[in-house]
């Protein structure tokens, strides 16, 4: 904790600029170890339990709260493995052939979401273009 103490103060970096992201493995049809039935009922099905579909989605937040934009990695070899849906255009949608996180898709993270990020928080903040930010992350191979 100290270095990050020490980096903020000795760069300046504002809270805006400071970002804590992960990759979290989210189930496509959720489960759980509890379901519902009427009182008394004989029998309880359980369904979806066998289904491990999952997705994985980078998470960041700043130290001042802001939530970044998403990336969401589907599992698949081109773009159509993407739903047909909507999602916020500032977030990425992309894909790996397992659905996790590598070094490609951290890239996409780097390019379509921090940098951006950084450079809007910076112009919001009327801060010079070469003002550093920090990026706090674990210690995986992937980053």
């Known amino acids: 904790m100290k270095r990050v103490v020490d980096a903020v103060k000795e760069n300046k970096i504002p809270p805006q600029l400071v970002i804590n992201f992960d990759q979290t493995g989210v189930k496509l049809v959720p489960t759980s170890e509890w379901t519902v039935a009427a009182e008394g009922a004989n029998q309880v099905e359980i369904t979806g339990c066998d289904d491990k579909s999952e997705i994985t ?5 700043s130290l001042a709260g802001t939530l970044l934009p998403r990336q969401v990695i589907y599992a698949g070899k081109t773009d159509h493995c993407h739903p047909v849906f909507n999602f916020p255009s500032q977030w990425n949608i992309t894909h790996s052939e397992n659905y996790w996180s590598n070094g490609v898709t951290m890239l996409e993270y780097a390019d379509k979401i921090l940098v951006p990020f950084c450079n ?8 010079p273009a070469d003002q550093k930010a920090l990026l706090i992350f674990s210690v995986f191979a992937t980053h």
Do not use: D, K, N, P
């Not at 989605?57 to 937040?61: E, H, K, P, Y």
């Not at 809007?120 to 801060?127: H, Q, V």
């Open 57 to 61: 989605a980078v998470l960041g937040i």
């Open 120 to 127: 809007r928080m910076r112009r919001s903040l009327e801060l």
